[in-house]
C-alpha cells in the first residue's frame, strides 16, 4: 500500500483583489462634497462625508449600520422608510426591500451578500503546511436499507476496536476510531445518506470518505442510488462494500455493473472507485476494506495541525440524568485539552471529562478523535460546530454573541436558492452552476427533464442536476436541496402538506410542472435573468376520495372529505396517488348531496366527478388549484 506521500499542498490562488478597497477609497473621495447635501457641507463641526453609490449588505442588517455603511444618519434612514409607510428605530433590522427603499432615496446600488460571520466556529485561516501532519480519515457508511450498514459497523468495531481492549464495554457515542496496521481510521456511527445530508445542511463537512454497502444477493436499490448522489453532491469519495458474499446467491459483477450504470465505475473496469467484496456476517473481508479506506484517504493527503487550539464538529449530543449534557465531538483540527474552555454552537463549556468510546478517560485529542465530552452548560445539536479558547473570557463572549444571533436567525429565514434569486444572481454574474433535483411520476420522464435540462446553457451557466429518480418529493430530498443549495424540480409530482412545511422552513424552491417545455422555459428565463412569472398557481383545497360509486351514464363518482381549503365547482384539479399525480383535468361535478354546490368547504363531504376521468381510488388526493395573475414588481 502507498505511503503518505509529500506534504504538498494545493495551492488555491490567491485572491487578487487586495487593491480594490483602495481604488474604490480613491473614487470615494474624488466624490467627496459633490452634488447636494450642501447643508451638511457647511457644518464646520462635520465635514461633508463622501457620497456611496454602492453599498453591500447581509441579512438582519439594522437601521442604525446601513445608515453609517451609507454615510446618512439614523434618522436619514428612518424618515426615508417613514415616508413609505414603514415605522422602524434605529435597533430595527431590514428586510431587502427596506435596503432598496432607502438605496432607491439616495441613489445607491445595493449588493447583498453572505454575512461573513463574526465568531465563526470555522477555521479562518488556513494552517502553514509546515504545520500538518496527516491525520485518519472519517467514514460515512450509507446505503439500502437491510444491506448490512449495522452489521459492518459492528463488525468493525468488534474487531479493529482502537484501545485493543477487546471485551470492553463500548457505549455508542456516534463514532468511533479503529486501527489497522498502525493507522487509525475514524467512523460515524450514524448510518445513512440522510444524517450525513443533515449535517452537511447545517454547514458541516464531516465525512472524508463514504462506504456505499451494496448487498450481492440484491444490487442497486433506490437508496443506493440516493446514496451515491448525496455523497457526489457532497463531493466525497466513494468505495462500494460488495456485501453478503457468503450468500449463495451473491452475484457482484452484477452490482459492479449496476453501479457502472450509475457513474460509479469499478477500477477493474477503467473507473477510479474499488470495489470490495466483504461479508459483514461472516467478517470476511472487513481488512480488505479497512486497508482500501486506508490507500482512499492516503490520496487524499487528509491533514491537520495537531498543535493549536482544537476546532471541530458535534456528531450527537443528550442531556444525561446524571451527567448534565453530553456531547461526543469530533476533533477535526487542534487538539482537544481536558479543562479547555469551549464554544460548542452557541453553547459554552469547559471540558471538565473527555472519554473515548469504550469509557477510556483521555486528558487530550488530537485530530479526526470522536470524544465524549461533559462540561457544556446546554445540550448543543448534532452537526453544530466547535472551538477551543484559550481564554475563559473569550470563549463566554463568543458563546454569548452567538446565542443572540442565533434567536436573531431563528426569527429570520434563511433560504436555499429561489429562481427568482438565481435569475438575480446570475445577472450578477455570482452564478456558473445551477443545481437541481428532479422527482418525477416515472424514471423515463425524471430522464427526459435531465437531459432537456442539461442541454441549456445560457451565458456561461449551466444546469447541474445532482439528483434525479421517480416518486414524491421526500425529506431526503429537501435535505439535499438544503445541503447543496439546490431547487426541486417536481414533474407530475406533488409534495404534501409535510413536505411543503419543510421546505418552506429550509427555505427550499420546489418548482412544479407537468409539460417538458415549460420546465425548461421557466428555467431558460430564469437563467437569461428575464425570469417575469406571469401567472402562479394558486392551490384552492384538498379533498380525500374515501368512497367510490359507479353510476352508469355518470361514471365514477368519489365521496370525498374536503380536508384543506375548499373544492370549487369545475376549477382545475389534479388527483394525486401516493404524491405522484395521475391525472390532470377539471372538476366535472360537485354535489353536496343531491344537489350541485358551488364550493364545498374543509371539514364537509360531497361527491365529486372528474371529467373525462373514471378510475377514482379511495384514497386519493383530489387537489383544486386556480391560476392567479402576479403583479410584476419593480
Ligand atoms: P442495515 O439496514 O443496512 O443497517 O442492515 P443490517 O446491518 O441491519 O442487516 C440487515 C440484515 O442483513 C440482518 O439480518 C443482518 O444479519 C443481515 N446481514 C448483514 N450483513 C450480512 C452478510 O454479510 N451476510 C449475510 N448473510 N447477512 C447479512
Redesign the pocket.
Known amino acids: 500500500m502507498a505511503q503518505n506521500s509529500r506534504g504538498s499542498q494545493s495551492h488555491r490562488p490567491s485572491r487578487g483583489n487586495n487593491n480594490r478597497g483602495r481604488n474604490n477609497s480613491r473614487k470615494r473621495r474624488n466624490n467627496a462634497g459633490s452634488r447636494n447635501d450642501q447643508k451638511t457641507a457647511q457644518q464646520p463641526r462635520k465635514p461633508a462625508l463622501p457620497e456611496v453609490h454602492a453599498v453591500t449588505y447581509s441579512d438582519g442588517i439594522t437601521v442604525g449600520e446601513l445608515a453609517k455603511k451609507i454615510n446618512k444618519t439614523a434618522s436619514d434612514v428612518i424618515k426615508v422608510l417613514f415616508m413609505e409607510g414603514k415605522m422602524v428605530t434605529i435597533n430595527s433590522p431590514l428586510d431587502d426591500d427596506m435596503v432598496d427603499i432607502v438605496c432607491l432615496a439616495y441613489d445607491i446600488e445595493p449588493t447583498k451578500v453572505q454575512p461573513r460571520e463574526e465568531d465563526s466556529l470555522e477555521d479562518e485561516e488556513p494552517d502553514d503546511p509546515s504545520t500538518l501532519q496527516p491525520r485518519p480519515p472519517i467514514v460515512t457508511i450509507m446505503?439500502?436499507?437491510?444491506?448490512?450498514?449495522?452489521?459492518?459497523l459492528d463488525t468493525i468495531r468488534s474487531t479493529k476496536v482502537a484501545s485493543g481492549e477487546a471485551g470492553g464495554i463500548t457505549q455508542a457515542i456516534g463514532a468511533y476510531q479503529v486501527a489497522v496496521n498502525g493507522h487509525k481510521i475514524t467512523f460515524l456511527d450514524t448510518?445513512g445518506h440522510e444524517a450525513f445530508t443533515a449535517m452537511r445542511a447545517r454547514g458541516a463537512k464531516v465525512t472524508d470518505i463514504a462506504v456505499i454497502?451494496v448487498a450481492a444477493d440484491d444490487g442497486v436499490m433506490p437508496q443506493t442510488e440516493e446514496a451515491i448522489d448525496h455523497a457526489k453532491a457532497a463531493n466525497v469519495p466513494i468505495i462500494v462494500a460488495v456485501?453478503?458474499?457468503?450468500?449463495p446467491e451473491a452475484n457482484p459483477d452484477r452490482v459492479m455493473s449496476e453501479m457502472a450504470d450509475h457513474g460509479v465505475m469499478p477500477e477493474e473496469w477503467g473507473g477510479d472507485t474499488i470495489f470490495v467484496r466483504?461479508?459483514?456476517?461472516?467478517g470476511t473481508g472487513i481488512n480488505d476494506l479497512l486497508e482500501t479506506i486506508l490507500t482512499v484517504a492516503d490520496v487524499q493527503e487528509l491533514k491537520a495541525n495537531p498543535n493549536r487550539l482544537a476546532q471541530g464538529t458535534v456528531i450527537e449530543a443528550k442531556l444525561d440524568k446524571g451527567r448534565g449534557p453530553v456531547a461526543t465531538l469530533l476533533v477535526q483540527n487542534g487538539t482537544l485539552h481536558y479543562g479547555d474552555p469551549v464554544v460548542v454552537g452557541s453553547c459554552l463549556g469547559k471540558v471538565r471529562r473527555m472519554t473515548e468510546e469504550d469509557g477510556h478517560e483521555l486528558k487530550k485529542a488530537g485530530p479526526s478523535s470522536p470524544v465524549e465530552v461533559i462540561g457544556l452548560n446546554d445540550v448543543p445539536e448534532a452537526g453544530d460546530m466547535f472551538r477551543a479558547y484559550e481564554d475563559e473570557k473569550e470563549a463566554r463572549a463568543v458563546a454569548d454573541r452567538r446565542k443572540r444571533r442565533k434567536i436573531e436567525q431563528a426569527r429570520r429565514k434563511t433560504s436555499a436558492m429561489s429562481l427568482e434569486d438565481l435569475s438575480k444572481e446570475i445577472e450578477a454574474g455570482e452564478i456558473k452552476e445551477v443545481p437541481v433535483i428532479i422527482k418525477a411520476d416515472v424514471q423515463g420522464s425524471a430522464e427526459a427533464v435531465k437531459s432537456a435540462l442539461e442541454k441549456l446553457y445560457v451565458k456561461g451557466v449551466k444546469i447541474n442536476v445532482i439528483h434525479s429518480t421517480a416518486g414524491a418529493i421526500s425529506e431526503s430530498d429537501i435535505m439535499l436541496a438544503d445541503a447543496s443549495k439546490a431547487m426541486i424540480i417536481g414533474f407530475n409530482v406533488r409534495p404534501d402538506a409535510n413536505i411543503r412545511k419543510k421546505a418552506e422552513e429550509a427555505g427550499v424552491e420546489i418548482r412544479l410542472h407537468n409539460i417538458i417545455y415549460k420546465v425548461t422555459e421557466e428555467m431558460e428565463n430564469a437563467m437569461k435573468g428575464m425570469l417575469e412569472p406571469v401567472y402562479t398557481e394558486v392551490i384552492l383545497g384538498q379533498a380525500e376520495i374515501r368512497q367510490i360509486y359507479k353510476i352508469s351514464k355518470v361514471g365514477t363518482v368519489g365521496g370525498c372529505m374536503v380536508t384543506d381549503g375548499k373544492l370549487v365547482s369545475h376549477c382545475k384539479v389534479r388527483l394525486i396517488r401516493e404524491g405522484i399525480v395521475v391525472y390532470d383535468g377539471v372538476l366535472g361535478s360537485l354535489k353536496r348531496f343531491k344537489d350541485d354546490a358551488r364550493e364545498v368547504l374543509s371539514g364537509f363531504e360531497c361527491g365529486i366527478t372528474i371529467e373525462n376521468y373514471n378510475d377514482l381510488k379511495v384514497g386519493d388526493i383530489v387537489e383544486a388549484y386556480g391560476e392567479q395573475e402576479v403583479k410584476e414588481e419593480s
Open positions: 446505503g439500502h436499507v437491510d444491506h448490512g450498514k449495522t452489521t459492518l448510518p454497502v456485501n453478503k458474499m457468503d450468500k466483504t461479508s459483514a456476517k461472516k
